[in-house]
């Protein structure tokens, strides 16, 4: 079985050393959503990384045929998860397909692009896992278009208990390569942070939505 600790710090490390995370606890980000946030991650920098980019299909295949015993058809969230997808689903040997946040408002209105079959096993790739919302949606959307879609496998969480609560009551499986935890930690090994960047980093994650206001 794959040693997901070992990983999780590993995965950590590298986002740190290309920059795909940036931490700013005294000049928070502001996200699409409004929140307020000291963390910017932005896993499609993996890309232009090829030794990178081929360990981290690398751990998502191996957990995909680690925790997934049948497999017909890799999804990729788009857009973010898409190139990745597309990686592990060659990999595997299996079809691709991506699905959108919306239907299109043109053309076919399709929502899901590729070709799958009613009743085929799927597995979600994600790039990345925040409130969790809007992978679930697309998880939903797969499920209503006749999938039996089995779990996910994403390359980062920032593990909020509102998203652990929200896959909890689904039957939907998700691992992730690596999480906030495991990047606070390598962060403070690294001494990228302080003690007080450290409690500000540790609040946010529990309540997101009020901090900094």
């Known amino acids: 079985m794959t040693n997901m600790k070992s990983i999780e710090r590993q995965v950590a490390k590298s986002l740190l050393e290309i920059g795909a995370v940036q931490l700013r606890p005294e000049e928070p ?3 699409a959503s409004g929140w307020k946030s000291p963390i910017y991650c932005d896993n499609r920098k993996i890309l ?3 030794e990178l980019r081929n360990q981290v299909c690398d751990f998502m295949v191996k957990t995909i045929q680690d925790h997934f015993k049948d497999v017909d058809v890799i999804a990729g969230v788009a857009t973010g998860a898409i190139a990745m997808g597309a990686l592990v689903a060659d990999r595997l040997g299996k079809p691709f397909i991506y699905i959108r946040p919306q239907p299109k408002d043109h053309g076919m209105n399709n929502q899901i692009e590729g070709v799958f079959g009613r009743g085929d096993r799927a597995i979600v790739i994600e790039d990345m896992i925040s409130t969790g919302s809007s992978s679930l949606a697309c998880a939903t959307a797969l499920s209503a278009a006749g999938c039996i879609v089995d779990g996910m496998v994403a390359i980062f969480s920032y593990n909020f208990p509102s998203a652990r609560r929200s896959f909890e009551l689904t039957s939907l499986e998700l691992y992730t390569l690596s999480n906030y935890d495991a990047l ?8 990228l942070v302080s003690e007080s960047d450290l409690e500000l980093l540790r609040e946010w994650r529990y309540r997101p939505e009020a901090w900094g206001k």
């Open 29 to 31: 980000f502001t996200w």
């Open 48 to 50: 232009s990384y090829p």
């Open 184 to 191: 606070i930690e390598e962060a403070v090994e690294q001494n």
